[in-house]
């Protein structure tokens, strides 16, 4: 009997390799032999997003609808779908703001084929765009922000958080119409966030949209960039990294850009503050501004005129 106790030991190991093996032959038959990759000249794009929390919002119950813009040269798979709506969920108080934990999971894919590789084209990356509602007790909805975030043009783990505002109209009305009845004052279009995606001139006018600053959204990324560019050490991987570059460079112009448009407006705000102001203030202020001028310029006049002198004795 203590002489077959290794023999099943032994059989009971061949057992477990056997099962090993199998499960390894599945797995390999789920996977493939072949690994997918992209057509070349194409980028292949996996987002794998989580839309975590909305915070700062004023009325509880809130629930979130976003889309994906792919822009010129984007394309997705006919059967992936674009947008989404969030469960509704209640908030709770974290130090002055109330927050709202969704945890909501959403994965996108797309494709970007570089067709003309000119200057003048430069590539555009897709833009998330989400609005956040409210829901009360009878049903009744209001829009509590309007967003929109470009997608990180690098891959790997992204956590970025969106500011939103929405639209107001002048009075009390609408804002007692709002709390006590529900609606409020809604875009169109949702891209006129940014710049929509229709507009086709060179200046798009928001003269008197008033707006309010709201909350904030949190989202968080995991990107996967796939091209046979990257595989290769040819002019071809240059110029597809060349793409992804300029893509990047999109998003550090749109910043760049931001940061151009806050100091137009606080130079138009300076101009408005000084047109203002009365005409005898600004009279005598460029005055003063010209008699210390003139002073400082016959002061220098008076400093070199010795040394001129003594040029002269020499």
């Known amino acids: 009997p203590l002489a077959a106790l290794p023999e099943e030991q032994e059989r009971e190991q061949h057992m477990y390799n056997d099962l090993y093996i199998r499960h390894k032959e599945y797995l390999n038959s789920l996977v493939g032999s072949d690994f997918e990759m992209p057509a070349p000249g194409t980028l292949r794009l996996l987002v794998n997003g989580e839309l975590v929390s909305a915070q700062g919002y004023e009325f509880d119950n809130l629930y979130i609808h976003f889309f994906l813009e792919l822009p010129k040269r984007w394309l997705s798979p006919a059967f992936q779908q674009l947008s989404g709506v969030t469960q509704t969920c209640t908030t709770k108080t974290e130090g002055k703001d109330s927050v709202a934990y969704f945890c909501y999971p959403f994965t996108f894919e797309a494709f970007f084929t570089q067709e003309d590789e000119s200057e003048d084209s430069l590539p555009q990356w897709p833009v998330l765009y989400f609005e956040v509602l409210s829901l009360d007790f009878w049903q009744r909805y209001r829009v509590e922000g309007y967003g929109s975030l470009i997608l990180p043009a690098t891959p790997g783990r992204h956590v970025l958080t969106a500011p939103t505002w929405r639209p107001i109209e002048l009075g009390t009305c609408s804002e007692l119409r709002r709390f006590f009845i529900g609606g409020s004052p809604e875009l169109e279009d949702i891209t006129y966030v940014r710049v929509p995606g229709t507009f086709q001139g060179d200046r798009l006018s928001r003269f008197g949209f008033r707006t309010e600053t709201t909350g904030s959204v949190t989202f968080n ?94």
């Not at 040819?234 to 931001?258: E, P, T, W």
């Open 221 to 314: 990324f995991y990107l996967i960039q796939q091209s046979r560019a990257f595989m290769e050490s040819s002019a071809y991987r240059k110029r597809m990294q060349s793409v992804l570059d300029r893509l990047g460079g999109f998003s550090q112009q749109s910043s760049i850009h931001n940061v151009l448009e806050a100091f137009q407006r606080a130079r138009r705000r300076m101009q408005l503050a000084r047109e203002s102001l009365p005409q005898d203030l600004i009279n005598t202020t460029a005055a003063s501004t010209s008699a210390v001028s003139s002073i400082h310029q016959s002061t220098t006049c008076a400093c070199s005129i010795p040394g001129a002198a003594s040029e002269e004795e020499n």
